[in-house]
């Protein structure tokens, strides 16, 4: 499908309002970045991007009236006092979007148990673990420091036998490869359609059998028993803060939580919303911070 990309660089307070606007214009996604290209994709209302200068870029559908959409958001920002530069709006060509992640997947290894490669190139001759993945629309292909800081940590731990969350699953990436790595069962949990799609095809694609994995949306959640071992939460830094009473909730005593998406400088705000988790001090990759602890029940 083509798609028409509408930019625009605005102060940071305008994201929501702005975000809010382009939704409601007919803007099938909506991504705020800064110009170091640090992206915050589909950011929620309550979530305020750190940096003073913001470019918004909507992908709109390409029988959308691009132009007239510019030009109303270009006087509503007139008439609301934003100071920015008129919309840019280019067209962006046909292309395989499921696909294209591809290109830049290299096969990587995690501390020599792990391998995860795109599912049609030849398979490492060792005895490690094989992720073979395809994201579809779904974010996680293991290349963000995020999600490779996870799988390092997955790939160092025992997990044999044990009971995993993956919360906001994305391609389903972390929650496979805990399975992959012994873990007995994994609940595979995203709000995304596009994800479950894509965690129940790569779980397939990999030879999990079904009973291993259960992959649901949150409001699923409630009615998975608590008590897993391991909850693992690649997502950003403000839903980390509100969903914390709910995955502290999912773990027995002692189970660990490995937290990601959180850049350096929100760390302490993440950390200081789950008092019962005793975290070890975090790993930074690439500015981003990812952290294990383990839930202490006396809270
Ligand atoms: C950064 S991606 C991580 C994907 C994958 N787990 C990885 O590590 O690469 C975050 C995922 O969390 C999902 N997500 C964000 N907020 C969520 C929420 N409140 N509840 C459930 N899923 C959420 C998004 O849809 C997205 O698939």
């Known amino acids: ?56 870029e909507a992908l709109l559908p390409d029988d959308a009236d691009a132009a007239e959409i510019a030009r109303a958001l270009g006087d509503w920002c007139r008439r609301q006092g934003v ?6 709006l ?18 990587r290894c995690f501390n020599r148990r792990l391998w995860v490669i795109a599912r ?44 995993v ?14 399975l992959l790595l012994g873990a007995a069962h994994t609940v595979c949990v995203d709000h995304d359609p596009q994800a ?8 397939t694609f990999n030879g999990i059998a079904p009973s291993r994995l259960t992959v649901c949306a949150p409001a699923a959640l409630p009615r998975v028993r608590a008590g897993y071992d391991v ?13 914390a009473p709910r995955l502290t909730s999912l773990l027995r005593p002692g189970g660990w939580l490995v937290l990601s998406g959180v850049l350096e400088p929100q760390w302490r705000d993440v950390e200081a919303a789950y008092p019962a988790v005793r975290f070890a001090p975090p790993a930074v990759r690439d500015g ?4 294990a602890g383990r839930y202490e029940d006396a809270h």
């Open 83 to 88: 100071i920015a530069l008129a919309p840019e």
């Open 288 to 291: 981003w911070v990812a952290a």
């Open 231 to 243: 909850v693992l939460a690649n997502i950003l830094a403000n839903p980390l803060i509100t969903l």
């Open 120 to 163: 049609d190139v030849p398979a490492p001759a060792d005895d490690a673990a094989v992720l073979r993945l395809d994201p579809g629309l779904a974010f996680g292909t293991g290349n963000h420091a995020t999600t490779a800081l996870c799988l390092a940590w997955l790939a160092e731990a025992d997990l044999a036998g044990k009971s």
């Open 196 to 203: 479950l799609i894509a965690t129940t095809d790569n779980a």
């Open 1 to 56: 499908m083509a798609w028409i990309s509408l930019t625009l660089d605005i102060p940071a307070q305008w994201v929501e309002p702005i975000s809010d606007w382009l939704s409601a214009a007919g803007a099938l996604a909506v991504t705020a970045r800064d110009a170091g290209d640090q992206p915050i994709f589909e950011p929620d209302p309550d979530q305020q991007p750190l940096w003073p200068q913001v470019r918004v």
């Open 90 to 107: 280019v067209a962006l060509p046909e292309q395989d979007w499921s696909s294209t992640w591809r290109a830049g997947l290299e096969p």
């Open 165 to 178: 969350v993956d919360y906001g699953c994305g391609s389903g990436i972390l929650g496979i490869a805990a």
